[in-house]
């Protein structure tokens, strides 16, 4: 299957070389001209749970995609706020069969690509899979993790179950979700807690966890999701959300782990996806008239932070 | 005037060497045994305004304070969590005669010290003074400042303008204050903002102000005290207050300089007050019924970051 992975920074690396691996066709886009020339010169560099492999792709900048024959399938991976600017950018990919996967972390994201690719051929997943961008052309892929996804559009369940077959055969671990949007709310409510929290205090998820104020913070953020999705006719069961975020905690698992946000802000002094996760639950909280303080707050800090490291 | 300084630290080092050079006989206790070591071997330096000096004076640990001439006036300047040990600890040096003066960041310290000295020999104050402590035995003070005090004692008010004139006469810009409730709460907001956020974010104030997000997160944090301090009858004016702390971002001034919380917890990982300024507005808003998320969320920011820093 021509696959193309549209952001290949570490969570797109990880799902390129495990879906060539299983044998497709794969295409990397990027906008990061020193990824992108490492990745040309010396191949992607991973270390996978501890082995240390490289993997040959063709990669492309985003800015310089050109008619091509389209992809049966494009994952797009981009950081939230770079989603509308890749779609545009990958027109030409885009064809009448192609299917558009979005794995991103936060909330709302096919608003944005039902503008390029027709209802019907949007898929929305989430994944628990991990990774870690070490710096251009190198990531480091360790532990277990798994992928769910539906369909947006109506009658799509078959196409969905396919796509989940799909990357499952490369490993990946997918399966179809009666109820994606649960999940993406759940996901987000490990994200809109462990990225900005883990950021903010310099440490990885198991250094979080071993405060004695990390079961207060997670509760009242999550209970603040909670709050907001119930306007959107998800209910949240709060106290599983919590108990399921702290599993992460365990350094046997991905405790050991920064997550994502801290990686782009503090390794890399990258502007944050924080408007995504906990600033959408903020506007979506003023929209249903809903207090959001600790999300509020936290998007505050996360700003602020990225301006005294001058975040780009 | 044998004058004692109870917490000879940072600003307990300032008020010393200002009042030793005004003609006073000071005496140092203090309960860090590195720092009483090295102003016992080396005299207490310090870079003040950019000029070395180096002053010497008797210390004591306040583990070993024994029976003496009673001071004249004892400041106490420890940390809060540390104040009601000291109080006991100088039981020895504390006449009939002797009056207390409380200059410690936070709210409601008389309620520790009436429980050692008579009411009417207790002073409260607060100053504007800053002071960073360099190592052992070593401070840097820059910049002007000033202190405000009042008698909490009925018809105390004319020993309080004479505390405020020995103060004065060696250079401590002390005056009169008919309503130090209202600084004290005004200045634990500067507190209650500045020193929480400059810790969590690794900046000095400046750098604070010039972030996109620091007005809204003071306005919010400031609104928090005023609510709280309206059900104790002190009327915040919260842009006023606002302004006031804004000034200080200008590093011409005090810009620069690194909130006392930053230096016990970042630099020295020392225990913070946390609890006594944002923590004090959130268990009053409890007792009052006033929400107080951000003052919540910021104590626990600060807890947590004395777990990963491993706090003493």
Chains 1, 2 share one sequence.
């Not at 991990?130 to 798994?146: H, Y």
């Not at 999550?222 to 599993?247: C, R, T």
């Amino acid at each position: 299957m021509k696959i193309v992975i549209a952001g290949a920074g570490a969570m797109g690396s990880r799902f390129a070389i495990k879906l060539k691996r299983g044998g497709n066709d794969v295409t990397l886009i990027d906008g990061w001209p020193a990824h992108i020339e490492a990745i040309r010169t010396n191949g992607l560099q991973a270390n996978l749970d501890g082995e240390e492999i490289t993997e040959s792709f063709p990669i492309y900048p985003q800015s310089e995609v050109t008619a091509d024959t389209p992809a049966d399938l494009i994952i797009v991976f981009t950081k939230a706020m770079q989603l509308d600017q890749m779609m545009q950018d990958i027109a030409s990919l885009i064809g009448d069969q192609t299917r558009v996967l979005c794995l991103l972390n936060g909330i709302g994201h096919e608003d944005t690509i039902e503008k390029y690719v027709a209802t019907d051929k949007i898929f929305l997943g989430n994944t628990l899979w991990t990774a870690d961008l070490i710096g251009p052309g190198q990531v480091r892929l360790f532990g277990e993790g798994s992928v769910e996804l539906q369909n947006i559009g109506e009658g799509k369940e078959a196409a969905a179950k396919e796509l989940a077959e799909v990357l499952t055969a490369s490993g990946l671990n997918a399966s179809y979700s009666e109820n994606i949007r649960y999940s993406i709310y759940r996901k987000a409510c490990v994200n809109g807690t462990l990225n900005g929290l883990c950021s903010i205090l310099d440490v990885n998820i198991a250094q979080f966890g071993n405060t004695a104020t990390a079961r207060q913070m997670v509760q009242t953020i999550v209970g603040e999701f909670a709050a907001v999705a119930a306007h959107e006719s998800v209910e949240l069961d709060v106290p599983e959300v919590v108990a399921h975020i702290e599993k992460t905690y365990d350094p046997a698992g991905i405790g050991l782990h920064y997550p994502s946000m801290y990686q782009d802000l503090i390794n890399n002094h990258r502007k944050t996806e924080i408007d995504y996760i906990n600033g959408a639950i903020s506007r979506k909280g003023r929209k249903y008239n809903v207090p959001t303080p600790y999300c509020d707050f936290l998007t505050q800090l996360i700003h602020a932070k990225e301006d005294v490291l001058e975040a780009k």
